[in-house]
């Protein structure tokens, strides 16, 4: 099974500023077909979660381009280049190359200081 | 507009039996797999279990192997979830998912005598 592992757990930001989340694998997320399979999703204080960030850094429709995803092999990161009040809660990385199981990781929480 | 509502969940007594149902709407469902994936209170996200575009291929993780049944019903629109032999740690608001592109609210099921 492929343990994703999310840094920091706790990020308070201050807004207008940027944040950026770690999320590291067990494994190399790269399928057979060449893509890599690491989304990043987010989940807002009452609301189910929203995919944000697929195949590493393609937006999903809707998506403020304020969000950014990066990385390769193992080793990601989710960005805000600057944080509005609205990105309050817990952003999760999850990964699709080898299932199953479907894995995420444990999640970051956002807060404003 | 694409919608997933869930329904069916509830308070159970341990090794009591649930049916949870996820009607979509908004997006062709047969041509989707669909997945239901787990949140416990305060809690991260964890995958349950998950089906083929033609219900022909199933998976589950290893927490629930054996007593949930996961199904779809194309005609209808609907995914189903069969839950028994519950346990404490079935507690969890329950989300089914389309692929992991869009998620329905979720539907909470308590087990608890």
């Known amino acids: 099974e492929v343990v994703l592992t999310q840094s920091p757990l706790s990020l308070p930001v201050t807004l207008g500023q940027p944040a950026s989340i770690s999320c590291r694998s067990s494994q190399s997320l790269v399928y057979s077909d060449g893509k890599t399979y690491l989304n990043w999703f987010q989940q807002r204080p009452g609301q189910s979660p929203r995919r944000l960030i697929y195949w590493v850094s393609s937006r999903d429709s809707g998506v403020p381009d304020r969000f950014s995803g990066s990385g390769s092999g193992t080793d990601f990161t989710l960005k805000i280049s600057r944080v509005e009040a609205e990105d309050v809660g817990v952003y999760y990385c999850m990964q699709g190359a080898h299932w199953p199981p479907w894995t995420f990781g444990q999640g970051t929480k956002v807060e404003i200081k | 507009e694409v919608q997933l509502v869930e329904s069916g969940g509830g308070l159970v007594q341990p090794g009591g039996s649930l049916r949870l149902s996820c009607a979509a709407s908004g997006f062709t469902f047969s041509n989707y797999i669909m997945n239901w994936v787990r949140q416990a209170p305060g809690k991260g996200l964890e995958w349950v279990s998950y089906?083929?575009?033609?219900?022909?291929?199933?998976y589950y993780a290893d927490s629930v192997k054996g007593r949930f049944t996961i199904s779809r019903d194309s005609a209808k629109n609907s995914l189903f979830l069969q839950m028994h032999s519950l346990r404490a740690e079935d507690t969890a608001v329950y989300y089914c998912a389309a692929s992991f592109d869009f998620w329905g609210q979720g539907t909470p099921v308590t087990v608890s005598s």
């Open positions: 089906i083929s575009q033609s219900g022909k291929t199933t």
